[in-house]
């Protein structure tokens, strides 16, 4: 359905994030008709731009992007940095139609000046337009700016709907807060001004399509559920590896690391979808209550187990695709004495009557052999096998993967019959691909995150309660590092980490299921 007309303001407008995911997906929605209508996005940065030259900034992003464009490498950005637009499509005439009433507001965000301009364009905005009063913030700032844009929009009383209209909602980037109590932090100063029920916490992760047939693939088959639990499942395993370094922005990276940039949203949320009990229904209170209780039910781990559980390390030079690259310390932007992280492995458990005893191992890093995000369901094997010795030398456990990125499907892995005189088993793979199956191009992650924010469906955003706890339960790990009380491993780029984090696994006689 068609969101009704609103209003969407866009906080910095001028940088990054926007032109590179953002706006293409604005310019997807309208050629394919389902933005509101009427719709109006204005921008607010820092540069000195007209409305015209906005306008023009804005079609300049959405020809550079394709439908094709690789995931964003989940590095925080500087949001006023000017972008690569280097034009490789046209926008349709759909988004050429709708960019002509886009508006734009220049300033810094913490003055006052800035949002009475704002107010000022809104009202004009409405008036002839026709955006009825409903208002959408998007921060995309970076996000030591969050609280403060939140508190100037309540100054201004731009929290609120406008004459006549029905909402104004906020929807923000990651990562909500550095810690524990920086999240509660923010969390005050955005509660100061909106409703929980208002705030809209954006993880693309959620967007993506195979993250959301999670739930189809367990609880509309009455093939899966039944195993999914301790009697069946030997371990659970997230991995979400990348391929690229840093990217000349080292100097974001050294303050965020990858248990804060991967681990505490992205991991976490993938792990409360896999994990957690039916919910009674598809309504998205229901959904949100059981990502919570599962992730309740995660062990906060103690000093010692942290010592046990979870590996860090950092990349040294290597090689990646045929390719010799630097170290993390050689990067731009990076300290060389620098021990911030650019891979985290870990074992969590999860203390509740599914899950209890089963190991759940999470892995992340930048400069790894290659980009996948997967999460692998490694099941019990057969008890007894009548062909054994070498008959089965080429037999793994049956296991279920589901290809997150950049191929997005599910594989199922099981033991058949090799053709020929004797009786030979080796592991077999069935694979179900969106791509070949359903065709044409799915929805970008930011496409369908951006249409649900504006037609008011929070089921894919982040409640407040699971993002403290997603931080309670690292709090522990983060110590440890801010410490340098865990050893700091090193891996060559281009392989898939340092040997502690094979160790970690093979000394309860687990080994990691590569991409």
């Known amino acids: ?16 994030l926007t032109a590179r995911k953002i706006i293409p997906a604005i310019a997807r929605l309208a050629e394919e008709d389902l933005l509101p209508d009427p719709f109006v996005l204005v921008g607010v940065a820092r540069t000195k731009w007209s409305d015209e030259e906005f306008r023009r900034h804005c079609k300049q992003a959405a020809a550079a992007a394709v439908a094709e464009q690789a995931d964003e490498t989940d590095i925080e950005v500087d949001s006023d940095a000017e972008p690569n637009a280097a034009a490789t499509t046209k926008p349709g005439k759909r988004f050429d139609e709708v960019v ?33 009063g409903n208002r959408v913030y998007y921060l995309a700032t970076v996000p030591s700016l969050f609280g403060e844009v939140a508190l100037g929009l309540g100054r201004h009383s731009l929290n609120k709907p406008g004459p006549g209209g029905d909402f104004a909602r906020l929807v923000i980037e990651k990562p909500f807060g550095t810690d524990l109590e920086s999240a509660r932090r923010l969390d005050s100063d955005l509660h100061e001004c909106f409703e929980e ?34 009697r069946y499942v030997d371990q659970v395993q997230v991995t979400v ?42 309504d998205p209170a229901a959904i949100r209550d059981e990502k919570v209780k599962l992730l309740r039910s995660i062990m ?20 990646v695709d045929g390719t010799a690259v630097t170290a993390y310390r050689e990067e731009e932007g990076v300290s060389p004495r620098s021990t911030t992280e650019t891979f985290v492995a870990m074992r969590l458990r999860v203390d509740n009557w599914r899950w209890a005893g089963v190991p759940v191992y999470v892995r992340t890093g930048k400069r790894l052999e290659k980009r996948s995000t997967q999460v692998a369901m490694l099941f019990q094997r057969a008890p007894h096998l009548p ?15 589901l290809r997150i990125q950049p191929d ?22 069935m694979n179900f691909s969106y791509q070949t199956e359903f065709g044409g191009r799915p929805a970008e992650a930011y496409e369908r995150l951006i249409l649900d924010a504006m037609g008011g469906d929070p089921t894919l955003f982040i409640r407040t ?20 009380s865990l050893a700091l491993h090193h891996y060559a780029a281009g392989n898939w980490g340092p040997a502690a984090a094979t160790t970690l696994l093979e000394t309860s006689g687990h080994h990691w299921h590569n991409p």
């Open 1 to 16: 359905m068609r969101p009704d007309p609103l209003a969407f303001v866009l906080f910095g407008a001028s940088g990054d």
């Open 100 to 132: 002509e009433s886009f508006r734009y507001v220049s300033g810094d965000y913490d003055a006052d000046d800035t949002f009475a301009a704002l107010e000022q364009v809104l009202r004009e905005v409405d008036d002839r337009c026709g955006t009825s």
């Open 197 to 230: 029920s208002s705030i809209y916490r954006i993880d693309h992760y959620m967007g993506k399509e195979t993250v959301q047939n999670v739930l189809a693939l367990r609880f509309a088959n009455a093939i899966f559920e039944p195993v999914w639990n301790r």
């Open 241 to 282: 590896a990348e391929s690229i370094g840093v990217e000349h922005r080292g100097s974001f990276y050294e303050g965020a690391g990858a248990l804060r940039d991967i681990v505490q949203n992205h991991v976490m949320q993938v792990l409360a979808l896999t994990l957690m009990e039916p919910p009674s229904t598809m």
């Open 300 to 319: 906060v781990p103690d000093p010692g187990q942290v010592e046990r559980d979870v590996v860090r390390a950092q990349y040294d030079r290597g090689t």
């Open 387 to 401: 062909f054994g010795g070498q008959l089965t030398s080429g037999l793994s456990a049956d296991a279920l993967i």
């Open 408 to 429: 997005e499907g599910i594989s199922l892995c099981f033991g058949a019959k090799v053709p020929g005189q004797s009786f030979r088993v080796r592991t077999v793979q």
């Open 465 to 484: 309660d699971e993002v403290e706890q997603a931080w309670s339960i690292l709090a522990p790990v983060q110590q440890a590092f801010a410490q340098d």
